[in-house]
């Protein structure tokens, strides 16, 4: 039997509150993830692998899914993404995506050190959310091959805590689940001790004042995404953002070096938050 969507919604946020995290099985078919595997394999096959610690000496990343992958391009703005995004950043003026990555651990890797995503942001310890991240589970992610360690409930404590593996509880789920957390969670990928790559692809998103992750002007430029669709390219970035922020030349609509040919309203963003 399955739940209506508000109600999947409504646990869900319940869930980001309570917990900062939560896991929806099921989000999308075992297909879908078997297809952005295979549309990311080349690029995954000349992915980096070991650059550090914290990136995981035998964990391989590969980025920019976005441009390279059609059908992760089909899920960015999934109806569980936006639900989850608006629920946990929906204080702000505006939020929008950040990065994403597809992360694969090999057999072998150990556990990573225990953080929050936000310390991107030079280690600031906001009492408000900034991010709301997640994981598309590409396999199956279980306790032995390196599902996500989280610490429940982390998301209300301080930079200062010392957190350790038992603090912590593996987020299980099936192929096609989809795994959210927000940026003040204390996590970590886990130890993969099975014979086989567990496959993963992370998403984040931040309030629209926070400079992304990475560029999204440099791996989704304006040549080549104008068949994409306005609202995954309002969502990558093309858009006035925050209070007067993410305009360009003569208060232009950033949608307009795309889409030369249309126009488009001057003037900075207003918006407010409530
Ligand atoms: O791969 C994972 O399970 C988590 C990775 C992670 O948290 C990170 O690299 O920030
Ligand atoms: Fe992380």
């Not at 995981?56 to 441009?67: F, N, Q």
């Not at 992610?141 to 998301?155: I, K, L, Q, W, Y």
């Amino acid at each position: 039997m399955s739940m209506s969507h508000n109600l999947v919604e409504t646990k869900l946020l319940d869930a980001l509150n309570e917990a900062g995290c939560c896991v929806v099985e099921g989000a999308a078919p075992a297909r879908t993830m078997d297809r952005i595997a295979s549309e990311l394999a080349e690029y995954a096959s000349r992915g980096t692998i070991g650059a550090s610690d914290f990136e995981g000496r035998l964990t391989r990343r590969t980025g920019s899914p976005l441009p390279r992958s059609t059908t992760f391009r089909s899920i960015a703005t999934h109806p569980l993404v936006m639900a989850a995004g608006e629920g946990v950043l929906g204080h702000a003026s505006t939020w929008r995506f950040s990065a994403a990555e597809f992360i694969e651990i090999g057999p072998g890797e150990s556990a990573q050190r225990l953080h929050r995503d936000q310390w991107k942001y030079d280690m600031v310890d906001f009492d408000f959310e900034v991010e709301l991240n997640g994981m598309w589970a590409i396999t199956d992610f279980t306790e032995e091959n390196g599902a996500t360690r989280v610490a429940p409930g982390s998301h209300r404590l301080t930079n200062r805590e010392t957190l350790s593996h038992s603090d912590t509880v593996a987020a299980e789920m099936n192929k096609g689940s989809l795994f959210f957390y927000t940026g003040s969670l204390y996590h970590g990928g886990g130890a993969n001790q099975s014979e086989k790559w567990r496959a993963g692809l992370s998403l984040q998103h931040a309030v629209g004042w926070l400079t992304q992750s990475t560029n999204q002007f440099l791996e989704c430029p304006p040549a080549e995404v104008a068949d994409w669709p306005d609202d995954l390219l309002r969502f990558i970035g093309y858009a006035k953002t925050g209070n007067g922020l993410g305009y360009w030349r003569d208060s232009e609509d950033p949608l307009s070096a795309v889409h030369p040919e249309r126009d488009f309203d001057r003037g900075w963003a207003t918006k407010r938050p409530t």
